[in-house]
């Protein structure tokens, strides 16, 4: 059995030669030695973070991240985005819950206040079409096919060519998938004019 490698741990391996512990630790901490931040600790690390005067993305300094690739730090009892916290600390409250801390960098990962800003989800979806980061269509890494591929079958229902089943036999997709593309369920926002 092959023991962690951080001395006298002594724990059997579970990944990148470190126990559970470890490797868990490096994961959330980018430090697999690396403890928790106490209460204390986060609130000197957002202080300083508030007092930073740089039109440059800051990054939060942990690798703990939620699914959707944004900072998370327990704050005030709860597991919460850094850049929500710290628009909230430098904007006030959201008017409601559903406003979002809309990055003006386009960087989910930014932290820096001078780029966060309250917005609804419109103007925040608005902002994600500026910036290209909106993931649709073929950034979608769900897409099966390009916007070439959607525009074509399109053309192909619009034109009577054959049905849709065939259709998606053609592109490789399902009858409902070639459905979704033509009544704009999917692939909605296209024109049909490549130009």
Same mark, same amino acid.
């Given at each position: 059995?092959?023991?962690c490698?951080?001395?006298? @741990?002594?724990? &059997?391996?579970?990944? =990148? *030669? %470190? @126990?559970?512990? #470890?490797?868990?630790?490096w994961?959330r901490n +980018?430090?697999?030695?690396?403890?928790?931040?106490?209460? +204390?600790?986060?609130?000197?690390?957002?202080? *300083?973070?508030?007092?930073?005067?740089?039109?440059?993305c800051?990054? %939060?300094? *942990? /690798? /703990?991240? /939620?699914?959707?690739?944004?900072?998370?730090?327990?704050?005030?009892?709860?597991?919460?985005?850094?850049?929500?916290?710290? @628009?909230?600390?430098?904007?006030?409250? &959201?008017?409601?819950?559903?406003? #979002?801390a809309a990055h $003006? @960098?386009?960087?989910?990962?930014c932290v820096? #206040?001078?780029?966060? =800003?309250w917005?609804? &989800?419109?103007e925040?979806q608005?902002?994600?079409?500026?910036?290209?980061?909106?993931?649709?269509?073929?950034?979608?890494?769900t897409? !099966?096919? *390009?916007?070439?591929?959607? =525009?074509?079958?399109? #053309?192909?229902?619009?034109?009577r060519? $054959?049905?849709?089943a065939?259709?998606? !036999?053609?592109?490789?997709?399902?009858?409902?998938a070639?459905?979704?593309i033509?009544?704009? !369920?999917?692939?909605? %926002?296209?024109?049909?004019? &490549?130009?």
């Amino acid at each position: 059995m092959t023991t962690c490698s951080i001395d006298s @741990c002594g724990k &059997p391996v579970a990944a =990148r *030669s %470190w @126990c559970k512990a #470890h490797w868990t630790r490096w994961r959330r901490n +980018g430090d697999p030695c690396g403890g928790r931040r106490t209460p +204390g600790d986060l609130s000197v690390l957002l202080q *300083s973070l508030l007092k930073m005067e740089t039109d440059e993305c800051i990054t %939060w300094p *942990s /690798n /703990n991240l /939620n699914r959707y690739g944004y900072a998370v730090i327990k704050w005030e009892g709860k597991q919460q985005r850094v850049n929500r916290v710290v @628009c909230g600390i430098m904007r006030g409250s &959201p008017t409601n819950s559903k406003m #979002h801390a809309a990055h $003006s @960098c386009g960087n989910r990962a930014c932290v820096n #206040h001078r780029h966060l =800003r309250w917005a609804t &989800p419109t103007e925040n979806q608005a902002d994600r079409l500026l910036h290209g980061t909106d993931g649709r269509g073929e950034k979608n890494v769900t897409s !099966k096919v *390009s916007e070439q591929d959607a =525009r074509a079958i399109r #053309h192909a229902w619009k034109a009577r060519e $054959s049905n849709q089943a065939e259709i998606g !036999k053609r592109f490789g997709i399902t009858q409902s998938a070639v459905s979704s593309i033509v009544t704009g !369920k999917n692939w909605g %926002w296209l024109d049909d004019n &490549p130009n």
